[in-house]
């Protein structure tokens, strides 16, 4: 197989970028993450892009930005949250190892306070959470091969759970 070893979606907050660390350390590999590669590539943070160029022109950044992630990394590969809306991601997604990071929205109010510098949880936070897991939950769920319930846990323990079920 190639691509990443352990690609890593689920939404905001779940705490993709501190498991993905601890898993890339575990396994003796790099850690990558599309944001960051976004970020780093534009100079600027994701909000500004949001607010500079509006959601669509974000979306089509990301896809480029995953896209080239998928093809280039072989260790762990954090995505942003919405990337799997992408049609083509969930496509290149399949016959990858794919664990999907989870928790409900109690947990993602505890972890995040929900919205501060979330561009898409800044009006309603908590409405919003439900709307867009509503939106998107069977799309983790298509391209996950593993999923991982993330509540009450610390990132040490959800690593372990990880590597136990991937
Ligand atoms: C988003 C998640 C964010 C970031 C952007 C949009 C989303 O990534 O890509 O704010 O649509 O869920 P994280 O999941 O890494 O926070």
Known sequence: MSGPLV??????????STV?????????????????????????????????????AFRAIEKQAVHRALAEHDGI????????????TRALLAGQRVAYLSMDVEEAVKRTGLGVARPLLAVNPRKQWRELMEARRHLYEEVATAVVATDGRTPEEVTEAALDAL
């Open 77 to 88: 590969l954090a995505l942003g949250g919405g990337a799997i809306l992408d049609a083509g």
């Open 20 to 56: 993905g660390q601890l898993l890339a350390e575990r396994l003796g590999v790099s850690y990558r993450d599309t944001d960051d590669d976004i970020v780093a590539a534009r100079g600027r943070t994701i909000a500004e892009i949001f607010v500079d160029e509006g959601e669509s």
């Open 7 to 16: 690609v890593l979606v689920g939404p905001m907050g779940v705490g993709k």
